[in-house]
């Protein structure tokens, strides 16, 4: 693969962007191939450098963020061109729930959006840099802070509830954290990029 960058996991389905190879690859879950759609552009079904990627249940539908164009483009599940969320400045990672449509967008904030891709609110404006967040069981924003090697817990309504971590080669310490996931009993999973890609649990 080139340059994997985001992940999501649908039924049966894995759906991978390829960053550098400008294309959203979609996989069975033993690893087969089944698919892909993108080339460079700026056109429909094309990308720019595409990074975060999540599958609605509800709406049947794949969000893809198209990084470099300035967009998050929406597909359908048979990979034909839906329709784009636009003017949303680079944005690099992307969570969906049943309602709406979280979009972090890169060194600024995380912006939500309804299905209708109106915006609704505006969480958090110019944080530091941070690549990836996820969404635990209370859909609360568990976010990555890159350059200050720290994890954020925020409320849906964007108020910091917890804040752990710091530079460092021990326990509750990170270099270079770069992808955090909840599991089924809200545990935290961090790996951080520059330690061995060391994998710490919460």
């Known amino acids: 693969m080139n340059a994997p960058f985001g992940i999501s996991i649908c039924h049966d389905k894995v759906y991978i962007t390829q960053c550098s190879a400008h294309s959203l690859n979609v996989y069975s879950t033993d690893g087969g191939y089944i698919n892909s759609v993108g080339t460079r552009g700026e ?39 839906n329709s784009y969320i636009s003017e949303v400045f680079k944005p690099i990672d992307i969570k969906l729930t049943s309602q709406d449509i979280f979009i972090m967008t890169q060194r600024s904030s995380i912006r939500i959006y309804d299905y209708s891709h109106i915006l609704t609110r505006v969480l958090i404006d110019q944080m530091d840099e941070s690549y990836h967040f996820c969404l635990d069981g209370r859909y609360n924003i568990l976010l990555i802070e890159y350059t200050n090697n720290c994890v954020i817990i925020l409320s849906n309504s964007g108020d910091q509830l917890h ?13 270079s954290p770069a992808g955090i996931v909840t599991d089924t009993k809200n545990r935290i999973i961090v790996v951080s990029q520059n330690r061995d890609y060391c994998i710490q649990m919460f």
């Open 43 to 81: 056109n429909e079904l094309e990308f720019l450098f595409p990074t975060g990627v999540d599958v609605s249940n509800s709406f049947h539908r794949i969000y893809i963020c198209d990084n470099n164009n300035n967009r998050v483009q929406c597909f359908n599940l048979n990979l034909t061109f």
């Open 163 to 175: 804040k752990f971590g710091k530079t460092g080669e021990g326990i509750n310490e990170f270099i």
